[in-house]
Each structure stands twice: as C-alpha cells, then as structure tokens.
C-alpha cells in the first residue's frame, strides 16, 4: 500500500482520533490527511516533480511529518538535514543531493536570494515560522494551495529518500532509498512488536533521523497517536509519559542514563509503558535492568540496524529476556558474522556482521567508491563487530573503529564501558583508543559521576580490576561533568577524541 493510500486509510477509520500530539496542539488523522495532500499541492504548485530533491530541515514537529509524507505523495526525493546543522553544511547537502526546494525553519536573518545565487539547481527557498515574509511561508501558502493534487504513480525501484549520516562541511554522503525500503521498518515492527491502533509512542529522536522517521511510519502504518517533542528533555520525557499514557518508545542508552540522573523519576507514573526499546548503540543490559525498577510491567527490548539497511534488522523477541542480546534476525533480510577473508564465522567467534536483502540501500549517492567499499558480492559490510551464540542471536561487541589493540591484544570499547557502567556511582562512560608509544594503542575511559558521587578515577580503576583483564583496564580514566553528544542522543567519540588530543592528553 502506497502512503498516500495508507494515509487516506488512517483517515477513513480513525478521523477523530489524534494521529499527532505536539506542544498541547492534537491534529486528528483527517486533519493529517488534509494538510498532506495541502502540502503536496504546493509542492506541486512551486514545480516539485517526480524524481525532485525536497530538503527540510525543520525540528521535531507536524511540518516535518508533513513534508516527509507530501515528497511520497507527488514522488519527489525527501532530503531531510538535522536541525542543528551549521550554514556551510547545509549548503554542502543541498549542492550534493541538487536540492530543487529548501524548506528551514530560520534561527537568523535568512537571505533566501544568496542561498539561490550559490546552489544552481536551488529554485525555491521556503520557511516555517518566525514571521518570515508571507510568499515565503510555506504554511500561508500551503492554506492557499487547495488540496488538489495531482497522484503520481512511483515504482519500488524509484528514488524516495536521501539521508544523510552526518552534516559535513567537506565531502558529503548520503544513504539512497528507493520507495520499496519504506516498508522495511514497518514491516520489522511488524514481525518483532505488537502494536496496534491502541498504542501511543513519544518520539524525542530528531525526526532527520531513521529512528525518528520510523515514528512517522508507526503512525500511518499501524494507525497509532504519536506524541512528538521537539528535542529530548528527560523530565519533560517522563511527564509525557504519564500525561499521555505513553505504551512504548525507542530511544539510545544515553537517554536512559539522563532519565536514570533524574531525581524526580519515582513520582512518575510510567505504567501505561507495554515496551521500551533501546537502539543506536551496543548498549550496558544493566543500564535497561536499572530503568527497569520504574517500569516493572514493561517488556526491555534490546534492537539492532542502520539507516543503510531500512532498521531495525534484529530486536529480542517478545518472549525472550535476553537482552544481553539484540535479539535475532528478521525474516526479510539474512546477516552473518564473517572473517577478515569474508568467511562465516562459527557460533561464538567475533567477525564484522553483513548483511543482504532487499532493505539494503541502493547505495551512498554520487559515490560509486564509497559503495563499492561497503557493498560487496551482495552484502552491504556494516564495520560493526559482533558474534552469534548457538539459538541465533546476536550480540554487539562494537565497531571496527572502536576495536583497541593494546600490545597486540585486541579491547572492544563497548566491553570496558559495559564495565565501568556497573559501578552505581557511574551514570555514563565513553572509552577510546589513544596512540601509545610503547603499546601502540592504551585503553582512555572518561566517566560522568552521579550527583554526590565521592568516587575516584583511581577507585574506579581498581573497579574495572574486579571485572576485567588487566589489559582491558583503562591507562586512565577522566572524570568529566559531561560527555560531547551526537543530535540523536549517541556520545561522539570523535569530538572526545579531539578533545583529548587538543588538551594534549590531559583528557
């Protein structure tokens, strides 16, 4: 079923019921409908055509569900940038992926005219919000397109989305996805969950995202009320799950650790919660175990994917409580664990995880190079590292980047985290690899203490003792008021990184 068919669905059974819930503002499923098929006639209006670049970059709210979903109506390709992306990144994006029409929200005075001027293919620049003149308003205009679109049919094969993993100022790389990947997440909810029309999820991962996209397609595929923040704040969080009897999320484990700093987490009432899923990152079980106290009726899922592979790819089943796991594979995709030569790895021994099926991205657009790096005899080489135990499931050990060897020995960064973050005084832990004179490469760990916290870099060395190798025990480890962020939550190791070196290694 196509999206504006699915959307059309939503609205003939659930006209009334709120399809989204943003700032107080509940916008029913006919509503949705109306205002899409609004949208899409002005896209159409301003000369979006089938195979056009549309690029927004908005924060979490109804527009940005509204452009995403009017690109599938009139066939064009969605280009959705993060919201916190600087000037020449944006710029850099919009020239790689030939951006046809840009819709922003402006945090400063915007000339739509110099945007023009430096990117050719750029013919429309329009905004949401902050008094910008009214033919450039994309929500005044849209109130006078009508909502008379005009169908278009697309092909599985056809272009739909080009999502970008990281802004950058440099070379960009976007992942290209063609309108069949966009049942691939909805078809893994599918297999893995039990959602219906009964539940509300809470989205705070920024909508620019995979993990916030497949809330817009948890919307419109199981006809569910999505409640939409516009950037994660954990009291705020926990308060939206009580008012609006949240029944499940996904969110990364550095959001659970914020929401596990929270003193105010007891008066919290999170039974309406069926589900929690934890994404994005290898993740400690006893961070999920911890959270798990506040929310006894829950079911703590643990899950695996990229945006290269239409995710989530595995999730712990529901009947099982292994989430030291991320769970087993789904049925329209195959993954292995293979070795430096590409051969499959037994149950048990570590390799990199490929993966194969139809939800693999078409490819890094405009970068044959880059494709042909990851894309190999059929499996797309997903430089995360991992093992199978003998009932199939699979477990995380980290990425390639992340794998220290410290005098030939090799340290999986996840393993030492894991490590640290069983300390009840440790609310989170990042750890990399420095360059080492003598050992090629040393173990560095930095830590964020709970409040009131009394312990030491040297106690938690003596810690990790307890329950590592000696060679997997950080050189030293810094205790800092808090870590460098990604816009989806992840703890940037790369920022750190540089951080340490900048400090010339005083952490």
Same mark, same amino acid.
């Given at each position: ?5 699915l ?5 003939r059974c ?6 989204l819930?943003?700032?107080?503002q509940?916008?029913s ?9 609004q949208?899409?006639?002005?896209f ?8 056009d ?17 009017a690109?599938f109506?009139?066939g064009?390709?969605?280009v ?11 710029? $850099? ?6 951006v046809?029409?840009?819709?922003y929200?402006p945090?400063?005075a915007?000339?739509p ?9 750029l ?5 949401v919000? %902050? ?5 450039l ?8 397109? !009508?909502? &008379?679109?005009?169908p ?7 272009p739909?989305l080009?999502?970008?993993?990281s802004?950058t100022t ?5 992942? =290209? ?5 966009l049942?691939?997440s909805?078809?893994?909810?599918k297999h893995f969950?039990?959602l219906?029309?009964?539940d ?7 909508f ?6 497949i ?11 999505l409640?939409i ?11 939206n ?6 029944t499940?999320?996904h ?5 659970? %650790? ?6 105010? /987490? ?7 919660l ?13 961070i ?7 929310i ?20 712990t089943?529901?009947? $099982?409580?292994?989430i030291q796991?991320?769970?087993?594979s ?11 030569q590409?051969?499959?790895c ?5 390799? &990199? ?5 139809? /939800?693999?991205?078409d ?5 044959p190079?880059?494709t ?6 059929g ?5 995360d590292?991992?093992r199978?135990? @003998? ?6 050990v ?14 999986y960064?996840p393993e030492?985290e894991?490590a ?14 420095v360059?080492? &004179?003598?050992? !090629?490469e ?11 916290a009394?312990? @030491? ?20 480890i810094?205790?800092?008021d !808090? =870590?460098?962020?990604n ?9 750190l ?7 010339g290694?005083?952490?």
């Amino acid at each position: 079923m196509s999206v504006p068919e699915l959307v059309a669905q939503c609205a003939r059974c659930y006209a009334d019921k709120p399809a989204l819930i943003f700032k107080d503002q509940e916008i029913s499923f006919a509503q949705l409908a109306d205002r899409v098929g609004q949208y899409a006639a002005l896209f159409q209006q301003v000369g979006i055509r089938k195979g056009d670049r549309v690029g927004f970059q908005l924060p979490n709210g109804p527009e940005a569900v509204y452009c995403y979903l009017a690109c599938f109506y009139v066939g064009a390709v969605g280009v959705p940038l993060d919201f916190m992306l600087k000037e020449d990144e944006v710029r $850099s994006c919009l020239g790689h992926a030939e951006v046809k029409v840009f819709i922003y929200q402006p945090r400063r005075a915007a000339d739509p005219a110099k945007w023009r001027a430096a990117l050719p293919a750029l013919k429309s620049v329009l905004t949401v919000g %902050n008094g910008q003149p009214a033919e450039l308003d994309l929500n005044k205009l849209a109130d006078q397109a !009508g909502s &008379e679109y005009q169908p278009v049919e697309t092909a599985d094969a056809d272009p739909a989305l080009i999502m970008y993993t990281s802004g950058t100022t440099g070379k960009p790389k976007g992942i =290209l996805l063609n309108t069949r990947h966009l049942t691939g997440s909805p078809a893994a909810m599918k297999h893995f969950v039990d959602l219906t029309d009964h539940d509300v999820k809470l989205a705070a991962i920024p909508f620019s995202h995979i993990g916030g996209f497949i809330y817009i397609q948890n919307c419109i595929h199981f006809g569910i009320t999505l409640v939409i923040m516009d950037r994660f704040q954990p009291f705020e969080f926990l308060a939206n799950v009580e008012r609006y009897r949240v029944t499940c999320f996904h969110i990364v484990p550095p959001m659970y %650790n914020a929401l596990l700093t929270l003193k105010e /987490i007891e008066r919290f009432d999170l039974s309406s919660l069926r589900w929690v899923v934890v994404f994005g990152a290898p993740s400690s079980p006893d961070i999920l175990k911890r959270f798990h106290q506040y929310i006894p009726n829950a079911k703590l899922l643990n899950g695996w994917g990229m945006t290269e592979t239409s995710p989530p790819n595995t999730v712990t089943p529901l009947d $099982s409580d292994n989430i030291q796991s991320v769970g087993k594979s789904a049925p329209h995709c195959e993954i292995r664990v293979v070795d430096e030569q590409g051969q499959e790895c037994s149950a048990g021994t570590i390799g &990199e995880i490929v993966i194969s099926g139809w /939800i693999v991205m078409d490819g890094y657009y405009k970068e044959p190079e880059e494709t042909a790096q990851v894309l190999r005899d059929g499996w797309l080489h997903t430089g995360d590292l991992g093992r199978f135990d @003998t009932e199939g499931y699979l477990y995380i050990v980290g990425r390639k980047k992340e794998m220290i060897k410290v005098a030939g020995q090799i340290v999986y960064a996840p393993e030492v985290e894991a490590a640290l973050l069983k300390h009840e005084q440790v609310a989170e832990a990042a750890v990399v690899g420095v360059e080492d &004179e003598l050992k !090629g490469e040393a173990v560095r760990a930095f830590v964020v203490l709970h409040a009131q916290a009394d312990v @030491t870099a040297d106690d938690l060395r003596g810690f990790c003792r307890e329950h590592l190798a000696n060679f997997k025990v950080p050189q030293a480890i810094t205790i800092k008021d !808090g =870590l460098p962020k990604n816009r989806t939550g992840k703890i940037d190791k790369a920022a750190l990184k540089e951080q340490f070196s900048v400090a010339g290694g005083a952490g």
